[in-house]
């Protein structure tokens, strides 16, 4: 890695009350200190001091009034010198001061460099680091709180207790292969068998669980589905709180998915409208029901929208198929109207599928509120297996690793079990081990590595 002096903004581009950039390496103090201007200088400042005075371009020139972080290394985040410029926001500042800094002598660093830094410095572990990157991109509270746990050591204690674990066993292991009489007979087959379960259940049932809490970290899919006409658009429009989609009389106005987010309890809904079910009309039509039907199949819940004042129990049910068997609300839209038209028995939802049914007006102050108050109650239901100390992962890498140290386990079980050569059995606990140690960073590839932190927004 290179040992030169890194700069990026570390804040997003855009109007804003000020912008931060960042600068590291062992040159960041002087670079810092001949763009700067205050009663004291970043090299003379002590660790942890904020220094308040003006930034210069590169004919000494001022820029803009700032304020300096000084962090001197190990106590930093890169565990180098650090140094922090806040500045006023907006576009042409910060990129000031970005190019001053590059004048003096910084490099433009590359995406997830300070935190790939952190991490070859034993700031953090590669767990702890992908957390960093979770969390950034975080779309929910849970989302959140997981992501601050691995980073706070949580996964890594973990996945190190249970790999502290695994160690005496494949010790026992391989004494049976070099000192077969010598080994403990109390230790047979069939107890170094047990043990392999023992340590590869609670893997198995974190992996068990990572799709439901994926859902809730990564926001529920919510399709509204039902036939043409009956205010889909308008409940999402509802919901959201603006015209989102086109709401029209004439059937089949919407053709492409309509997608908006909301926010209840915390998490994410993503509410997804699409084309009415019916017979298409045109090739256009179709595009839009076959989307349609994608959406649907992808939702983690579906909202059955149906016209209380003109049920068409055949139409509604040919909607009701393209659910499946996802859990499912039940909206009884343009209930004001109902006394033109019959009520409705239903469209012959399983009992089971069917999560609530409410009656909403669309197109009425707070005629959604009903659906939205079905929406936040079953979000407990969707997640109710999902325990609130759950371990969190943050990457589909950590999920494969997990994944492979308990096939791995299952394989040494199965071998114990059947009297299989010690020596296969080795292999196979070690691969279980290494799988585990690659979480936190351990024997993992130098390309790996670096495909993981090209994966960081620049300035993290």
């Not at 962090?71 to 410029?85: H, K």
């Not at 590359?110 to 992908?130: H, I, S, V």
């Not at 991109?137 to 601050?148: F, G, I, K, N």
């Not at 599928?353 to 707070?366: C, D, I, M």
Request: aromatic share 4%.
């Amino acid at each position: 890695m290179e040992n030169d002096t890194i700069v990026a903004p570390a804040t997003a581009p855009g109007e804003s009350a000020i912008a931060v950039v960042r600068l590291s390496g062992p040159e960041a103090l002087p670079i810092a200190s001949k763009r700067f201007r205050g009663r004291r200088s970043p090299e003379r400042s002590e660790s942890h001091r904020i220094l308040f005075g003006s930034f210069l371009d590169p004919n000494d020139r001022p820029l803009d009034q700032v304020l300096v972080s000084v962090f001197r290394a190990p106590r930093s985040y890169t565990g180098e010198d650090l140094v922090e410029i806040s500045s006023h926001g907006g576009s042409v500042v910060p990129r000031a001061i970005l190019d001053s800094l590059i004048a003096a002598g910084a490099r433009p660093a590359r995406p997830g460099e300070f935190t790939e830094r952190a991490y070859r410095n034993g700031k953090l572990d590669l767990a702890q680091a992908e957390a960093v990157a979770a969390l950034v991109r975080a779309r929910s509270e849970r989302a959140s709180r997981a992501a601050e746990s691995a980073l706070g050591g949580a996964l890594s204690r973990r996945v190190l207790e249970l790999d502290r674990v695994l160690v005496p066993l494949l010790a026992e292991v391989e004494a049976r292969i070099d000192f077969p009489a010598d080994v403990d007979e109390a230790w047979d087959g069939l107890a170094l068998a047990a043990r392999c379960a023992e340590i590869a259940a609670p893997l198995r049932e974190w992996l068990a669980r990572l799709p439901e809490s994926r859902r809730r970290e990564e926001g529920l899919r919510v399709a509204l589905v039902g036939r043409p006409n009956v205010g889909k658009s308008s409940l999402l429009n509802a919901l959201v709180g603006f015209e989102r989609a086109i709401v029209s009389e004439l059937p089949g106005t919407t053709r492409d998915t309509v997608e908006e987010s909301i926010w209840l309890e915390g998490v994410e809904l993503r509410l997804c409208d699409a084309a009415g079910v019916r017979e298409p009309v045109d090739r256009l039509e179709r595009l839009g029901l076959e989307r349609a039907t994608d959406a649907a199949r992808r939702a983690d819940l579906a909202v059955l929208v149906l016209d209380r004042s003109d049920p068409r129990e055949e139409e509604d049910r040919a909607a009701l198929a393209l659910v499946g068997d996802r859990p499912l609300l039940v909206a009884w839209n343009k209930s004001d109207l109902a006394e033109r038209g019959s009520a409705g028995a239903g469209v012959g939802a399983p009992r089971g599928q069917v999560l609530a049914e409410v009656s909403t007006v669309a197109v009425r102050p707070g005629g959604a509120e009903p659906l939205r108050d079905a929406l936040r109650a079953s979000l407990s239901r969707l997640s109710s297996g999902i325990p609130g100390d759950e371990l969190p992962t943050t990457s589909a890498r950590q999920e494969a690793l997990l994944r492979g140290a308990v096939e791995a386990l299952d394989r040494a079980e199965a071998g114990l079990r059947a009297d299989a050569s010690y020596d296969l059995i080795a292999v196979d606990l070690t691969d279980a081990r290494r799988a585990l140690g690659e979480i936190v960073g351990r024997g993992v590839d130098q390309d790996v590595i670096a495909s993981i932190f090209s994966q960081f927004c620049i300035g993290k």
